[in-house]
């Protein structure tokens, strides 16, 4: 089944040359069908291309899901036209009426910030709160998922000494959880960021479980006992060349960062990485929303 998302958002055309299968909202009016009503949090700076990325991976499902976007009205995003976001962003105040069954909270680029020196962080908090009466289950990518930790269960984030960025082996900690089911036992994902989520401060938290982590990389996916809280500290939406055009960005920025780990072949910028983390990726949102959406909220999302 598809992906129910506005008519004219440009990710359409990139996913329908994929090969992906999109649904407008004047085809899905004539369906009689429950779809899944997801809302995602968009923080990144490029919204288009993330958005694009997320509803790859959420189209890779049987069921059908109709998409919300939401920006924060705190903080203007300068890497996106301001027609795209008017068009098809909506902000808290207009959405809070709603009911989803999940919501995805994307990473953002303020890891160095403290969470009270984020200029929406308050608008932030409020969302998550209201997401514990109006949401069922909530992802929560990167820095989204320092944020929920915190936020949720009081777990802090810790500075790394350098960027971590590259692509990562994991280890599969507890293969028989559903959000993990057809895992093998080791897998690669991308990481981005300059901080880090401490094993034992989840390990000391009795709601939270740790389901995968990495030799180098640390804490890398946690959930709540009941799957209504999904933190994953990397970036499983990213496509072949998002860690590229950072390590570009940041050479140009005079920052000289390091290439990032085990991406390039030999490590050479010059060289295309291969894409070995795509279907970790598609299984991991598909059992998010089978298993922790699907199979849990009621019909009726008034019963939430």
């Known amino acids: ?116 020196q984020v200029d929406y962080w308050e608008e932030l908090c409020r969302i998550m709160q209201w997401s514990k009466s109006h949401v069922y289950s909530t992802l929560h990518i990167c820095w989204g998922a320092q944020a929920g930790m915190q936020y949720h269960y009081g777990v802090e984030k810790i500075a790394l000494p350098q960027k971590l960025s590259g692509v990562y082996t994991h280890r599969t900690l507890v293969p028989q959880h559903p959000l993990l089911r057809g895992f093998d036992e080791i897998f690669r994902m991308p990481h981005s960021r300059y901080t880090a989520t401490s094993p034992a401060a989840v390990a000391a938290c009795p709601d939270l479980q740790l389901l995968a982590d990495s030799e180098e990389a640390g804490v890398a996916i946690v959930a709540s006992l009941d799957s209504r809280q999904v933190f994953v500290t990397g970036h499983f939406e990213y496509d072949r060349m998002t860690l590229a055009k950072e390590y570009e960005r940041d050479v140009n920025r005079g920052i000289h960062p390091q290439v990032p780990a085990h991406y390039f072949p030999g490590n050479d910028p010059r060289a295309l990485p291969p894409l070995t983390w795509r279907s970790h990726a598609m299984l991991l949102f598909t059992n998010w929303l089978n298993y922790c959406v699907y199979q849990q909220t009621p019909y009726d999302l008034a019963q939430l």
């Open 1 to 116: 089944m598809p992906i129910k998302i506005a008519d004219g958002l440009p990710a359409a055309r990139i996913l329908e040359s994929e090969n992906v299968f999109v649904m407008t909202e004047k085809r899905a009016t004539t369906q009689d069908i429950r779809p899944l009503h997801i809302l995602i949090l968009n923080l990144m700076p490029t919204k288009i291309e993330t958005e694009t990325q997320l509803l790859r991976l959420l189209g890779n499902s049987p069921l059908q899901v109709d998409i919300d976007l939401m920006q924060t009205a705190t903080h203007t995003a300068r890497n996106t036209a301001a027609e795209h976001l008017l068009e098809f962003y909506h902000t808290f105040d207009q959405l809070k009426g709603n009911r989803y069954d999940g919501m995805i909270i994307t990473g953002a680029p303020v890891e160095n910030l403290s969470f009270e």
